[in-house]
Every structure is written in C-alpha cells, then in structure tokens.
C-alpha cells in the first residue's frame, strides 16, 4: 500500500508512549469548560446566559466505512460539533488524529466560539473530527474517507450554515475533496469551505496565516513586556503547518530560534538554527534529526530551556502540573490549542511567566479563512498584501483588547480574553435569543 505525504508535512512517525499518555489522560472539554466558568463568574455572567452559551447547539457522530486499498472494510468514527452560531454561521477546522474524539472535539468547538469573537469575524464555532492517522493511508484512502464523511454531515454544512477548515491531518487538498463532494449535490459552492488551494477559490496568505497571527502576537506581547524579540532566545515545540511557519516568520524579526522539536523529538543550537533550511532539511528527510551544526534533545528538555520565548504549536495538553516547574521561559505563547493545563496556568503565574492564550495566539487562521469565505463570496481575489495587512490590523486589535483589559483589572491575559469574547457572544445571544 502506497503512503501518501500530506503536502506541506513530512510523513510523522508514531509519538512516543510518553507523548501519548500525556495527551491521553486530559479532559479538553473539562479544560475549556473550567476556564470559561473562572470568566463568567469574574464577569456575573447571569446563569441563563451561561446555560445557552456552554452546551453545543449540535453534536453529530456518524460512522464512515472505507474499503481499504487491501481490499478489507475499515470503519472509522467521525464528529462534528456545532457549538455557537449567534454571531455567524459555525466555523472551525476538521482534523485526522488517532486520538479524536467527541469530548476533543466539543472543546475545539467551543474555544472556536470564543477565538471568533475575539479576533471580531462574524462567525460562530464548530469543530470536526475523524478518529484516523492519515500518516498510514494512502490517498486513494484518505480521498474515500473525506467523502464518506462529507456525505455524513452534508445536511449540516452550508455556505451559510457552518464552514469547515483544515486543522491536524488535514491541509487544502483534503478540503478540495470536501468542496467537491458538497458540489456534487449542492452545485458549485466554494464558500463552502476554506483552506483550499489558491486555483480552486483559496486566500493567498491562508497556508501562513496562523503562524503569521502568532508572530504578530509574540511582537506584541514582547513589546508589552520589556522583551526585546530582536535579541530574544526563543524555543518552539512543533513543526508542522503553524510550529514552521511561526518559527519562520519570527527568525525574520531578528529573534535567534534555538530549538524546534516535532512528535519524535528536537533539535537545538546555541547559535540559533535557520528556520529556512530546516524546512527544506525536514520536507526532504522527514526529520529533524541530522540537521548541521545541531544537536537532538527531547521535548522534555525543549520545554525546560532557558530562553526568552517558548512558543508551544502543536497539540495541547504540553505544559501541565507535572513539568511547570522546569519550564524556565519568561514568556509562553500559545500556538497550540489547549497547551497549557490550568494547574500549570497558575504554577507559571505564580512565578511571573507571563501565558499568552490559545484563543488569541492562534486566531490568525480563522481572521484568514475569513477573508477567503469573503472573496469566495464576491467572487473576488484579494491581493497577499491585502490579506496580511487586513490580517496585521485585527490581530492587533484583538491584542489591544486584551492586554487592555488585562491591564485594567489586573487580570491574567487568558482571563482578559475569555471576558472579552463571552461578553461578545453574550451580547449577541441578549440581541437575539432572551
């Protein structure tokens, strides 16, 4: 049976059983909800409120049988939860992991309610999923089990309705196939997804988009913070889509990235690497290892290094009350949904290590996927530079926010985020609904 590479990332071996039991054993959806009742009791959000705005509007969970290239039937179990459309139709990404599942799922969803609103695009949150590893099927595979699923949930999709994206394991092909199957029924609809390739309807600047709305937010954050990122030692966990293009686009403000890691494991030089060819070493070898001048280390010891910046961007659950105390970064950005357990949360403030949250750090995507639903819409293309421009301006409006009300009443950032997208979507849902 032949692998398909998805595009953009080299194929990944299987993580550790280390790596796996600490993603294993976290409730996400305990997480998100824990922190979105530390908000709502800070703001008095009134209880009615507070009943609509936690559970999801719908949970959908279908099976997707697959023939597989050997000839035998595989059955996989896929979701999508549609946590909040007040604001906007659902929006949020489909992701291929072995380790999906519903209560995943339900917490990607609803961080993706809270990311919307803060980054201001008029849309709600949702999140997808299919229980898979996408690293050991092959494209004829992978293509069958998007349009299996695509038929599953076709009834809850819509231009207006909720509009997939790519997360983990998938990338723009895969939602070319999604277009395509929703097409067959409902005609040409390229709205209907977003991430896809440039020539079938994508945004110049989506592939990038994350990464570059996490670099802007680390320039911000170190600017609040007396860090001068030009002189910065920065350490990030994660190399693929985000972890890359975060690490490419922060090596070009002068900060020297001096160890990247990926599931198997990382790399670190004193000197800093050069995030650019590493990539090129990474697509080529699929490997960090062997890269010149650089020596391997563990995950373990990346998050444990002495530098300005660390900079978590690939699945959550990295930092908890385990390892806190070896982390020695003045400043974390979250890349990663959900890297940072609450336990951690405060053992890091506690000690003055300032935690940028997720639903901040990470919304350059959707602000992205905004814009190409836009264009996709108008049937017009915008230009790269429009794009990180309209990009540029909310991320920092987003921050401003933020670090505003932070500031103001003298709360952590992660708190000044979840008031200041609840008391969005709590508006909306008084307008609307009460």
């Not at 139709?89 to 803060?118: N, Q």
């Not at 309807?201 to 007396?226: D, H, V």
């Not at 972890?243 to 198997?264: E, M, N, P, Q, Y």
């Not at 750090?361 to 049937?379: A, D, I, P, R």
Request: aromatic share 6%.
């Amino acid at each position: 049976m032949s692998t398909v590479v998805m595009p953009s990332a080299p194929r990944s071996p299987a993580p550790t059983a280390r790596a796996q039991r600490t993603c294993a054993h976290l409730d996400f959806n305990r997480i998100t909800d824990e922190w979105f009742q530390i908000a709502a009791d800070h703001m008095k959000l009134e209880r009615e409120i507070q009943l609509l705005l936690r559970s999801p509007y719908r949970e959908l969970i279908v099976q997707i049988p697959v023939r597989m290239d050997d000839g035998h039937l595989e059955l996989f179990h896929g979701f999508r939860v549609q946590h909040n459309a007040v604001r906007g139709p659902y929006k949020g990404g489909i992701r291929y992991h072995y380790e999906v599942d519903l209560g995943e799922i339900r917490s990607l969803a609803a961080l993706m309610t809270w990311k919307t609103a803060l980054v201001d695009v008029p849309f709600g949150g949702a999140k997808g999923g299919v229980t898979c590893d996408p690293t050991h099927m092959s494209r004829n595979e992978l293509q069958a089990l998007t349009r299996g699923f695509t038929q599953k949930i076709d009834m809850a999709l819509g231009v207006y309705r909720d509009i997939p994206a790519p997360d983990v394991g998938t990338n723009s092909q895969v939602m070319a196939w999604i277009m395509d199957e929703f097409g067959k029924k409902n005609g040409y609809s390229p709205a209907i997804v977003t991430g896809k390739p440039v020539n079938l309807g994508g945004s110049l600047g989506r592939e990038a988009a994350t990464g570059r709305g996490a670099t802007i937010i680390t320039q911000e954050a170190c600017t609040a913070y007396g860090v001068d990122l030009r002189r910065a030692r920065v350490a990030i966990q994660g190399f693929g889509n985000v972890g890359s293009w975060t690490a490419r686009l922060v090596a070009r403000t002068g900060a020297k990235v001096i160890a990247i890691s990926d599931v198997a494991g990382g790399i670190a030089c004193e000197r800093g690497l050069d995030p650019e060819r590493l990539w090129d070493h990474y697509r080529a070898s699929g490997s960090l290892a062997g890269f010149d001048g650089s020596r391997e280390i563990s995950n373990d010891d990346l998050l444990a290094l002495d530098v300005d910046v660390l900079i978590p961007a690939a699945l959550g659950g990295a930092i908890t009350e385990d390892n806190a105390a070896d982390v020695q970064a003045r400043m974390i950005i979250e890349a990663a949904n959900s890297p940072v357990t609450p336990a951690a949360d405060d053992a890091l403030r506690a000690r003055g290590v300032h935690v940028v949250p997720d639903i901040l750090v990470n919304g350059g995507g959707v602000t992205v996927s905004y814009f190409e639903w836009v264009q996709n819409l108008q049937q017009f293309h915008w230009s790269l530079e429009r794009v990180n421009t309209e990009l540029e301006a909310r991320m920092k409006r987003a921050w401003g926010a933020v670090f505003e009300r932070s500031t103001g009443e003298r709360i952590p950032l992660r708190l000044a985020a979840y008031v200041e997208a609840l008391n969005r979507v709590a508006e909306a849902t008084r307008q609307r609904l009460v």
